[in-house]
């Protein structure tokens, strides 16, 4: 494993398997929260979900990026600068994260009692605390990628997954049966809460015990480079906010204007679809700490070869999720929620796209290119939030079906005129 290349191997292996577990861990855990729920108690949990992760926005605006490229650069040639970028963003981070705890208090009752018209209220509430355990465990996990270490995430990984698979299913059973529908949302957040928790108690033991941070004193950055930092960080934290509103924008739209069980349709085809995505394009995530190392006709032959490979991979798991898409949600989710195979099939597009994506965004953030992602995301968010009005409202002159339709195809539409926009711009 010596070299850029056995660093690639190394942290694709582990990549691959931390991606693995955490995208494996998601389907098992989604698949036995859905057939326990039945699709409007799913719908429910989904949309407080999306609302809440929408919300956590401007807990990073940006600085999630930042912290990975810049311990990259400087954690083994200048460890003390390292830790100095890692505690004034670790700052930054603590105060927008509270800020986020605070706007989903604020924004909880008009959003589930005006907005949605749903009971979900409590659930947002428990968002307040969901949100910051999710955050700093992802935080976290940074300065170990950008060491070339992804040993510890893949053990937090474990970790949650484990928890969340046998802890909030016996919750689920239990709030079922004793609580009404709002309360029940709030106990489940509130255990999931705990299975995050656990995750970024092992990552925090462990930084404090075995990182090399721990023996280097962090040197203050000066003026020129925190100008440095907040120039690389500014497209980011526009990336960060349109990208939110790009990944969710279409379960907000449509819990304000279908009932519960439609969420849920739509949400067990987008989760699946999501998850093998993420699978496919677990190389992004490898590779970035050697991308950000690499110039010129190496850096451009490795990305192409990832490319292909990605590429080539997508598409026959595209036309193969297409053509069996009746019995996976059939076998996976049940008969009850039979609807969502229309929507699964029009989402299979997503399949080459969103790996695709991640590849090209990684590519730009390595090489210090952020306002091309900032650019090019914003005019897709704001097409995407277009498309999804109009044809939401289309369908809904012939049923709530037909508006997740138009839900499903705006998306695929936005996403491929965001992956062509990256594809053009590299060649210029």
């Known amino acids: 494993f010596s070299g850029n290349e056995g660093r690639a191997i190394k942290n694709s292996s582990w990549q691959i398997a931390t991606t ?33 992760l929408f919300i956590g926005v401007f807990s990073d605006l940006g600085i999630g990026a930042a912290l990975q490229t810049y311990l990259s650069k400087t954690i083994d040639k200048i460890p003390a600068k390292a830790k100095g970028y890692f505690y004034l963003l670790t700052k930054y981070k603590i105060i927008l994260t509270i800020l986020s705890s605070l706007i989903l208090i604020i924004l909880a009752g008009w959003l589930a009692n005006s907005f949605y018209n749903k009971p979900i209220y409590y659930a947002l509430l428990a968002g307040a605390i969901y949100l910051p355990i999710g955050i700093f465990s992802g935080h976290l996990s940074s300065v170990f990628i950008s060491k070339n270490n992804f040993r510890p995430q893949f053990i937090k990984e474990i970790i ?4 969340r698979i046998t802890i909030v299913p016996l919750a689920i059973i239990y709030f079922l049966k ?41 040197k203050e950055l000066n003026k020129k480079e925190k100008q440095e930092l907040l120039h690389f960080t500014i497209p980011l934290a526009a990336t960060a906010f349109s990208g939110v ?11 304000h204007y279908v009932q519960s069980q439609f969420l849920g349709f739509y949400q067990v085809a987008f989760n699946l679809i999501a998850s093998a995505s993420a699978i496919i394009a677990f190389s992004a995530t490898a590779l970035f700490p050697i991308f950000v190392r690499l110039k010129g006709k190496r850096l451009e032959r490795g990305f192409r070869k990832t490319r292909n490979i990605t590429l080539l991979i997508s598409s026959l798991a595209a036309i193969f999720t297409f053509l069996i898409a009746p019995y996976i949600i059939n ?4 008969s009850e929620y039979a609807t969502a195979t229309t929507y699964l099939r029009i989402l299979s597009a997503f399949l080459i796209s969103y790996p695709l994506i991640s590849l090209y965004t990684i590519y730009y953030t390595s090489q210090q290119k952020t306002k091309i992602i900032a650019i090019l995301l914003i005019f897709s968010t704001i097409l995407n939030i277009i498309l999804n009005f109009v044809l939401i409202n289309i369908g809904l002159q012939y049923s709530m079906f037909h508006a997740v339709t138009g839900a499903c195809v705006a998306t695929i539409i936005s996403r491929y005129i965001y992956l062509a926009g990256l594809i053009l711009w590299r060649r210029k």
């Open 245 to 255: 509103f790009f990944g969710f924008i279409d379960q907000i739209m449509l819990g």
């Open 160 to 163: 949650i997954q484990i928890s």
């Open 331 to 334: 076998i996976i989710y049940g």
């Open 20 to 52: 693995l577990i955490a995208k494996i861990g998601s389907l098992i855990f989604t698949i036995i929260i859905a057939r326990l729920m039945l699709p409007e108690l799913y719908g429910l949990y989904g949309l407080a979900l999306s609302t809440i």
């Open 178 to 218: 004793t609580t009404p529908t709002e309360f029940y949302l709030l106990g489940i957040f509130a255990t999931l809460s705990i299975c995050y928790a656990l995750g970024g108690f092992y990552l925090f033991i462990t930084l404090k015990l075995k990182h090399p941070f721990n023996q280097t004193k962090a």
